[in-house]
């Protein structure tokens, strides 16, 4: 999804209509938890479809995730060496029990409407650099990444303190075929958060859905 940011197409990661199949490596008890422990509604802001289940693989974090991480060929990286991060890894998480739900405005359709979502993923026995990554290289605060004429600009953004541990960045795309998002993950006991916002948002209001995201998170799974 990011990667064709780059590219400058459209970015928003889709929530498919259908709901994934419940695997017999995807107990069906841990995603009903899942949905369950999932908010209702934020702000202003209504759930577009009722929750989805499925492998962490088949849901939107994990696009998200893979996008940024992998570089289109040819492109540039400033500064160099530099190791993105937007949400836990899709390799060691691909297959873990997870629920997602959408989030927009009553109403609004609008291309630049703000839209939001938070999913909930099985920690699996995985550990938390899994989920936060190894943490942020000196020098790597900002980095840019240009293909084609389009440039990716990478921003970590510290979010509020969670549970065992929280990360969150800010992924600004210079095409204008593609929205500015902001993502937060976090670290429960068994579980992990993830919440992203895509829209005319500011770090106030990411933080708050981080915050009551991972409050509710903690009320009904520990």
């Not at 069906?28 to 289940?53: G, H, N």
Request: positive net charge.
């Amino acid at each position: 999804m990011i990667v064709a940011t780059v590219g400058g197409c459209a970015g928003s990661p889709a929530v498919k209509e259908d709901r994934p199949s419940r695997q017999t490596a995807q107990p069906a008890v841990a995603q009903d938890r899942f949905e369950d422990a999932l908010l209702q509604s934020f702000q202003q802001l209504i759930p577009i479809t009722a929750p989805k289940s499925g492998p962490y693989s088949s849901l939107p974090a994990a696009t998200l995730a893979a996008g940024v991480q992998q570089t289109p060929p040819g492109a540039t990286v400033k500064p160099m060496n530099c190791a993105l991060w937007a949400g836990p890894d899709g390799k060691q998480f691909g297959t873990a029990a997870a629920s997602v739900v959408a989030f927009r405005k009553s109403g609004d359709t609008s291309p630049g409407g703000v839209q939001a979502w938070e999913e909930l993923v099985s920690s699996a026995g995985q550990s938390r650099q899994a989920a936060l990554g190894a943490g942020l290289r000196p020098g790597c605060r900002t980095v840019w990444v240009s293909h084609q004429g389009n440039t990716l600009t990478f921003e970590e953004k510290p979010p509020p303190l969670l549970g065992n541990g929280s990360r969150g960045a800010v992924l600004t795309p210079s095409s204008p075929n593609s929205r500015r998002t902001w993502v937060v993950t976090f670290v429960g006991n068994g579980y992990v958060g993830v919440v992203f916002m895509q829209g005319e948002v500011t770090n106030a209001q990411m933080d708050a859905f981080a915050t009551a995201a991972y409050n509710k998170a903690r009320q009904k799974l520990g």
